[in-house]
Structure formats: structure tokens, C-alpha cells
């Protein structure tokens, strides 16, 4: 793979918004009406084209700019905004599945999706099947000339299994020719890999998480390359009135400039967590991709140039789901939240009975996403934590 220098890529970015103001910041637009010299004009120009100005809700000079540099954060030619990271994955699914199609998703995939694909989608006459994401051949076995969307998440949510992406591309590609391959890209956050490199369609990506960087915005985005795929997502994203904020775009610009100095910092922060964690006694395994021993190692290593801040805690067979949860309530740095990406720590517990379908487990696992704290604070904050286990 090419070295790339993302930090740089970012902040010297070649799309300028219409002149007037130079600045590091990108000028914040807000408008719904869009004013147009004359009807021809106002004929003469296409949202979904990017070239022009239409209406607020198909973007701004503010939104241009946060598209044109996620695009290349993503190494994509097309990016679309979304409310957030959940909105951009249905964004993919209303566009590209109709009654009778097919849609595949890994076993390990973030639960939302999951429960889209079981109601939403099911009672609109889209068939989904589970594969297990750690064997290429199980999701072979499941291609049907009527699957038309393949997801594809590195790593799993939760339990972290990185898998063989590029078994699993090359399955598709023989046995589905017909498909999309998506793949969901928040936790690589176009640092970790190249996903379009590898052969993949088009990726979404929770901006919630590492761009924003804040904790406090919700947003999403999907990526592409190829021209007509975007005209699908663009022509249901302008159909669906998906819009985001004036002031959130500006947010995560903001964030954009010191995404690959906190992913890095978080990622070295998470390493030494897992490493601390490995020899405590009452963890069993400690899932993280950059682990041996982590299932799909081998294949992060093959693909990674890092690994993010997240990492899950396995527990010692028979330990009690109600103890491990008084060892979170008992946690004083790490806080109880959804979401990771952000300056704080924060921990969940989740049981895996609830999570799959093709790989159960009867168990309590315990996932740390690490924010921008001292390690060595966070392993201390564990260490009193775990003194009842």
C-alpha cells in the first residue's frame, strides 16, 4: 500500500469554497433558500452534481468541504451526508434493496442493522441471511442470484473479530457478480486501511465517532467511487429530505484536523490497556485486533497500519454477569455510554446471548473504548475496579 500523509491531506485540502475569506476554518453557511440570478439558472443546475447550489438541505459551501475532504480521507470520488452513522447505513440499504433482493450480513455486525434487516426491511420483502464474518467460504455458501448488498464490518462490533476481508471480497465477487459490497468503515475511520484498495464498493462511516472527535455531534457519511452507484444514493438521499446541520458540519471539520493525531494517540492508549489487561487474572482473553491470539489477527496484520482505541474483556468461565456489571458501576474514569471516539473513556457491558446468531455465546463481555486520558490512569481506574472479580 502506498504511504499516504493524512494529517497533511486533510489540512492543505485542494477543494476552497467560493472566495472571499481565507482562514483555516471553513466558513459556516447557513440557508435554505438558495438564490438564483435568473430561471435559467435555477433550470441549468442539478443537486446531486455538486457543482452548484440549490437548496439547503443539498448542501453548501460548508458541506462541499466537508464532503470533498472526507472523500479523501476515504481515498473515495463521492460522498453524501447523513444525520448520522446509523441513517448512512440505511441510506445504503433503502437505495439499493427492493422486495425479492437479498441482503448479507455478518454475524457480528452493529446490532441496529441487524434489527433494520429483521423488521424494516423484512416486512418490505428483502430476505437477509447471517454469515459468520471469520469464514469466507460460510458467506459463499450463502450467495443467491437474488443478493444484491453484502456488508462487511472490520472489525465485528463488540467481540472485534477482524476478518478476512479479502476472502470475503473475492467470495462475492465469484459467487454474486450482481452485488454491492459495503463495507462499514468507522472503526478503520480511513486511517487503519484502504478499504477501497481492497476491492469494496462504497463504505459508510459514523462521524459521530473519531472525525468529530467531541462527543457531541451526530453525523454520517457514505463513500464511493463509482459515479452511478452515487446517483442511486444521491437520487434516494434527496427523495429521503436527509439534511445535516450548518453548525455540526463545522464541528467535524474542525475535528478532521487532528483526527490522525487522536486515532494514533488513542490507538498507543488502547495497546497499552489490552497489554495491562491480558495479565490481570480474572481476564480470560482481551479481543483486539492488534492481539495475537485476537481472532482475525493474521488478516489485521496482513491489511492494518493501526488499530483504533477500542478492546473487549473476556472474563474467566462462571464469572457472574451481575459481578461484572459491579465492576463497571464501580469504574471512576471510564463512564457508562454508548459511542466511542471521543476524549472520554467509557465502558459497556454487553451480553453476547443477545448479539448473535451463528457464533452464541453464553456470556458477559465488557467493552472499553479508550478516550484521551493518561493509560496509566485508565489501567489504575481498572485495576480498583476489578478488585471484586
Not at 494514533?264 to 481476564?283: I, L, N
Request: proline share 6%.
Amino acid at each position: 500500500m502506498s504511504e499516504r500523509q493524512p494529517a497533511a491531506e486533510l489540512i492543505h485540502h485542494a477543494y476552497q469554497p467560493p472566495a472571499g475569506f481565507a482562514s483555516p476554518a471553513v466558513a459556516v453557511h447557513k440557508g435554505s433558500s438558495i438564490f438564483f440570478e435568473n430561471v435559467a439558472a435555477l433550470k441549468r443546475v442539478r443537486w446531486a452534481d455538486r457543482d452548484a447550489y440549490t437548496y439547503g438541505l443539498h448542501g453548501t459551501p460548508s458541506t462541499f468541504a466537508l464532503e470533498a475532504r472526507l472523500a479523501t480521507l476515504e481515498g473515495a470520488e463521492h460522498v453524501l451526508l447523513a444525520p448520522s452513522g446509523l441513517a448512512a447505513l440505511n441510506l445504503v440499504n433503502h437505495s439499493l434493496l427492493k422486495s425479492g433482493d437479498q441482503l448479507l450480513i455478518p454475524d457480528n455486525v452493529y446490532g441496529p442493522s441487524r434489527n433494520s434487516a429483521r423488521h424494516e426491511l423484512a416486512a418490505w420483502g428483502v430476505a437477509h441471511a447471517v454469515y459468520d464474518p471469520l469464514d469466507p467460504a460460510d458467506l459463499a455458501a450463502k450467495l443467491t442470484p437474488a443478493t444484491r448488498l453484502v456488508w462487511l464490518e472490520a472489525p465485528g462490533s463488540i467481540t472485534l473479530e477482524f476478518p478476512d476481508l479479502l476472502g470475503l471480497i473475492a467470495a462475492v465477487r465469484a459467487g454474486a457478480p450482481q452485488a454491492v459490497i459495503a463495507l462499514d468503515n468507522t472503526w478503520g475511520a480511513g486511517l487503519a486501511f484502504d478499504a477501497f484498495a481492497l476491492g469494496v464498493d462504497l463504505t459508510i462511516h459514523a462521524l459521530t465517532k473519531y472525525p468529530s472527535g467531541g462527543g457531541d455531534v451526530l453525523m454520517g457519511s457514505v463513500a464511493t467511487r463509482a459515479r452511478a452507484l452515487f446517483e442511486r444514493l444521491a437520487a434516494t438521499h434527496g427523495r429521503s429530505g436527509l439534511g445535516v446541520g450548518a453548525n455540526d458540519v463545522e464541528l467535524v471539520l474542525r475535528g478532521l484536523a487532528s483526527l490522525p493525531l487522536r486515532y494514533a494517540a488513542q490507538d498507543a492508549a488502547a495497546r497499552q490497556v489490552a497489554a495491562w489487561a491480558q495479565q490481570h487474572p480474572a481476564v480470560a482473553q482481551v479481543l483486539h485486533p492488534a492481539l495475537p491470539g485476537s481472532p482475525g489477527h493474521a488478516h489485521w496484520k496482513q491489511l492494518c497500519r493501526a488499530a483504533a482505541g477500542l478492546l473487549t474483556l473476556r472474563f474467566q468461565p462462571g464469572t457472574p454477569g451481575a459481578r461484572i456489571e459491579a465492576a463497571v458501576d464501580a469504574l471512576r474514569l471510564f463512564r457508562l455510554a454508548w459511542s466511542w471516539g471521543g476524549p472520554v473513556s467509557l465502558a459497556v457491558p454487553y451480553d453476547l446471548t443477545q448479539l448473535r446468531s451463528v457464533n452464541r455465546s453464553e456470556e458477559t463481555v465488557l467493552r472499553l473504548a479508550i478516550g484521551l486520558e493518561e493509560p496509566e490512569v485508565l489501567i489504575a481506574d481498572l485495576a480498583q475496579a476489578f478488585e471484586g472479580l
